[in-house]
């Protein structure tokens, strides 16, 4: 018997920066999306709001449509297959909360270069309340992962089974040593400090202290794996210098959390204009030029995501930006 | 037959385990001629040795043996179905013989249960091996046969049996397994827990011909509740606190149930040792996960979001004769009838971990709903379509958290939870959320 797939709850901010796809060992496996912090989405639910929905493509029977979360922006594509989806979805005005289950897709348009999107099975409009309690229940699941995550890369060579002996569930654990050997580079600090913005999304004035917004824990593979036998797969390098603990001096400088917007906008926006070909901006390239001016890469999509807002850039097609 | 020289690293072997007890307690001599005798008798090369090792004061673990030829012993648990050449040692649970008719001809054939210390299975023997209850014999060459989706252990012409002394398997493992009612699974067997008797009654029973009063109900501890059946008269009653030992999992009717009997143990313990029955009786949140791990359980409370409303939810319409939800006005068995309208909803709960059944009968349902059946048939009525219903309660429910009540039981197709109480889950969020920020680093 096949079973179902449970419906994954990550953030915006995790499932759009997943660039593995993966299948399971045997025949029929549905295919997965592995997030940065190890979860493997088939299914997903997400409760968040509608910023838009419009028709794409010529047919006019293929509709996108935006669903914004505290850490991002969720991409839907609905087409003719789920006629029933793509009318109700088109008949909801936005801005609106809705709750939707949806499959997750890739796009790949070179090789190695992938988009993730969602396609709905179902969607409902809901209230604040729901999108509040999803957003706890995200909050939760996400701490859970980012706790294991942590784990595996401070192993010299993460194994699923000592991770069990921590107590891990065994598919929280596979999945956190598959996701720190696929991804050439964790910055998990950055997920630390999404989570606490998420949390305090929730509850502003809730104290997040001692939160180490610039703990780098970062995971650099070597390029050859084989070859480079001194460097064990996986081998974190804690704190890019040594494995050793810095001193607060150490550290480098807090980003910005809450960049100066208008200054920021301005100078991401001239960065769109440089890159903007004919088929617009590479979202990673704005995203690594934006952060040489010294914002994080999670302020930088910040920006993003207020100059969207705006109405001043947008996506024409999945991970390209474009001024309006 | 083995020779001498094929034994020797063997006999090597154990001299080093018993290490300076050689020469003392034991030759080397006797060693080869003990472990020779095992060996005509069958016994597995690393069983001999364990059990000679044994017998010195050594204790070898599972597994460390050096070797682990074809004919080493396998656990009942992990006997799959078309398993042959099967060495085990085992204890008669039961035994009752059965006339069979083959080939035209009478023949006695006897049937029963056989366990260790990881599993108990039914088994047939083809022909009288003499087997009573409680004997603890080593079988060589059994065969394990799929039977209505359970393993049953055969035993044939070629089927070598030999009855060793009882303490071969210790009735219990050394090891207790230290439980929680959460922990229990079928299969589990040793299973010690402290819980206290929600609920007992005795009833009558006939077994092999013997009147005998088995007692069961319900017991609970912090974690959950699970359904016991004691197949001898400890003297339990509701509200005892009770600590057993050596007791077993059973499915039963796809919920796991605690089995204990005359070869456990019981010991009332004091009244304060677990929550008063009141506490216990609230029901324990249980997480999906937990509940497909455990394969089902009583009376349990999950916290998850209704995910999907499955077709077949709303408004349906059942046979009169035997209850069975009516497909286009015809029923499987009694064809085109009359049916009487029920409404229920079929859910997919979800709680971002994992995923089960669950299905709300009349009651709950026209309480999530805010109407009554009657209303819904009017709705039917007017829209002339049974399925305004369904489209109701999936635009009502879909992506809703609630908080379910009820005994989940297992099948072929996973778990699904009876439902006896659902309702929308309230949480306090910005308290939940506080929480959350105190645990971040």
Redesign the interface.
């Known amino acids: 018997?096949i079973?179902?797939?449970?419906?994954?709850?990550v953030f915006a901010g995790e499932y759009n920066a997943s660039r593995i796809e993966m299948k399971d060992e045997g025949e029929g496996s549905p295919s997965y999306v592995l997030t940065p912090l190890g979860e493997k989405v088939n299914r997903i639910?997400i409760?968040g709001v509608l910023t838009d929905v419009e028709p794409v493509g010529e047919s006019g029977e293929l509709y996108r449509a935006r669903i914004s979360d505290p850490t991002g922006v969720f991409s839907l594509y609905s087409g003719q297959y789920q006629a029933e989806v793509t009318d109700a979805l088109s008949s909801i005005e936005p801005p609106a909360y809705v709750?939707v289950?949806g499959k997750s897709r890739v796009y790949e348009p070179e090789p190695g270069q992938i988009y993730v999107s969602v396609r709905p099975e179902?969607v409902?409009v809901?209230d604040e309340?729901?999108r509040?309690?999803w957003v706890?229940?995200?909050?939760?699941?996400t701490?859970k992962r980012l706790g294991a995550m942590r784990e595996a890369a401070l192993m010299e060579s993460p194994s699923v089974e000592e991770m069990v002996k921590l107590s891990y569930?065994p598919e929280l654990a596979a999945n956190a040593c598959k996701a720190v050997e696929c991804y050439d580079e964790l910055d998990l600090g950055y997920y630390?400090s999404m989570?606490?913005d998420a949390?305090?999304y929730?509850?502003p004035n809730?104290?997040?202290e001692?939160?180490?917004r610039d703990?780098r824990i970062v995971i650099r593979q070597p390029i050859d794996r084989k070859k480079n036998d001194a460097a064990p797969i996986g081998h974190p390098e804690t704190f890019e210098e040594s494995g050793t603990e810095p001193t607060k001096e150490q550290l480098p400088a807090a980003a910005p959390v809450t960049p100066d917007n208008e200054a920021e906008e301005t100078r991401i926006l001239s960065i769109i204009s440089e890159l903007g070909g004919e088929r617009g901006a590479a979202w990673d390239e704005v995203v690594e030029r934006g952060m040489d001016g010294g914002l994080d890469r999670f302020a930088v999509e910040e920006v993003l995501t207020s100059l969207m807002d705006k109405g001043l850039i947008y996506e024409p097609t999945l991970g390209r930006l474009r001024r309006a | 037959m083995p020779e001498k020289e094929d034994i020797a690293p063997h006999v090597e072997e154990l001299a080093r385990v018993l290490g300076e007890k050689v020469g003392r307690d034991v030759t080397k001599e006797e060693l080869e001629e003990q472990l020779l005798k095992f060996l005509d008798y069958g016994v597995p090369i690393d069983q001999a040795k364990r059990t000679l090792a044994r017998h010195y004061g050594v204790n070898i673990p599972q597994g460390e043996t050096a070797s682990r030829p074809i004919g080493s012993r396998t656990l009942l648990s992990d006997v799959r179905d078309g398993d042959s050449k099967l060495n085990l040692l085992v204890r008669v649970i039961s035994v009752n013989p059965k006339e069979i008719t083959v080939k035209g001809e009478k023949k006695t054939i006897f049937y029963g249960f056989l366990g260790d210390e990881s599993a108990s299975t039914g088994f047939t023997a083809w022909k009288d091996f003499e087997l009573e209850k409680g004997d603890v014999v080593r079988i060589g060459n059994a065969y394990a046969r799929g039977w209505q989706e359970k393993i049953d252990i055969s035993l044939g012409d070629y089927t070598r049996i030999m009855k060793v002394d009882p303490s071969e398997l210790p009735r219990h493992p050394a090891a207790m397994n230290a439980c929680k009612v959460s922990g229990l699974s079928a299969g589990l067997s040793g299973v010690e827990l402290a819980t206290r008797i929600l609920s007992v009654e005795g009833r009558e029973v006939t077994a092999r011909g013997e009147q005998k009063t088995v007692f069961s109900g319900i017991m609970g501890d912090e974690t959950g509740k699970v359904r016991f059946t004691a197949w001898h008269d400890f003297g339990i009653k509701e509200g005892d606190v009770v600590r057993i030992s050596g007791a077993y999992v059973k499915d039963w009717r796809g919920v796991p149930q605690l089995v204990f009997d005359e070869n456990s143990t019981l010991e009332k313990l004091d009244g304060d040792a677990l929550p008063e029955a009141d506490i216990l009786d609230e029901g324990n949140v249980t997480t999906l996960a937990q509940l497909v791990e455990r394969k089902g359980a009583t009376d349990v409370v999950v916290n998850a979001t209704l995910i999907e409303v499955r077709p077949g939810s709303g408004l349906v319409f059942r046979c009169p004769e035997c209850n069975r939800v009516l497909q286009k006005g015809t029923c499987r068995l009694h064809d085109k009838v009359t049916g009487t309208p029920d409404l229920r909803i079929k859910a997919v709960l979800d709680d971002g971990e994992e995923n089960i059944s669950a299905v709300f009968g009349r009651e709950i349902t026209e309480a999530l709903l805010g109407k009554s059946m009657a209303e819904c048939m009017e709705e039917a009525r007017e829209s002339m379509d049974y399925e305004v219903v369904e489209s109701e309660l999936k635009a009502r429910l879909v992506g809703e958290p609630m908080r379910v009540r009820g005994n989940a039981i297992n099948d072929d197709y996973g778990v699904m939870l009876l439902a006896q109480e659902a309702k929308r889950l309230t949480v306090d969020i910005i308290s939940e959320a506080d929480k959350l920020a105190q645990e971040m680093i």
Do not use: D, G, H, P
């Open positions: 018997m079973r179902r797939e449970t419906a994954k709850r639910f409760v709750a289950v179902a409902r809901v309340n729901l509040n309690y706890l229940e995200t909050c939760k699941l701490k569930s630390n989570l606490a949390i305090n929730l509850s809730a104290q997040i001692n939160l180490k703990e």
